[in-house]
Structures are given as C-alpha cells and as structure tokens.
C-alpha cells in the first residue's frame, strides 16, 4: 500500500503524496483527518497520526511530519537494517 510508511518504499512514498496533491477531494480528507485527529498539528507529533501518508502529509512512527528529504533518509535506513539483517542472518546460518 502507497500511503502505509510500513511498507514498501520512498517511489510508492512519493506517488501517494502526489496523488494527495492532485486529489479531487483533497480537502474531504483533510477534513476526515481533523475530525479523527483533532489534536493534530505538525508542530506537536504526539498528537499525529502514525506511519502513514494522510491527506498529503506524510508522518513517522512517532507522528512527526516528514519532508521529501526525511523520506529519503527513512527509506536508506530501512535498507541498510534490512542488509545488515540478511547479513547476519547469512552468517549465523553458515555458522
């Protein structure tokens, strides 16, 4: 799923922010995610939704809003565990 920060990758990431953008009821979701998140505000991810691109916001696990370069960086960090995942993974098993 493009809009779930939990799965796939910063291409999907970037398609469902664009699709937001160009969405002809962007603001009816804007709305849903004010009514269902009332204390949302980027300033104060505590109160966010988590892990999910929303009505073209995209937040973190902790709820705070990424930009297009803090999806970059998300997306590298994914990669690198997973590596260094399989790596160990390959080295216990060959053990």
Known sequence: MLW???QGG?????????TCQECPVLARCQ???????????????????RSVIWAGLAYSE?????????LRRLAK???TA????????AL???S
Do not use: I
């Open 10 to 18: 910063v291409s999907g990431w970037f398609s469902a922010l664009r």
């Open 62 to 70: 902790s709820g705070r809003v990424l930009s297009p370069t803090s």
């Open 92 to 94: 216990t098993a060959a």
């Open 4 to 6: 779930d920060l939990d």
């Open 31 to 49: 709305q849903s995610r004010a009514e269902l998140w009332p204390m949302a505000d980027p300033r104060r991810p505590a109160y966010n939704p």
């Open 77 to 79: 960090m994914r990669a």
């Open 82 to 89: 997973a590596r260094r995942a399989a790596t160990s993974e």
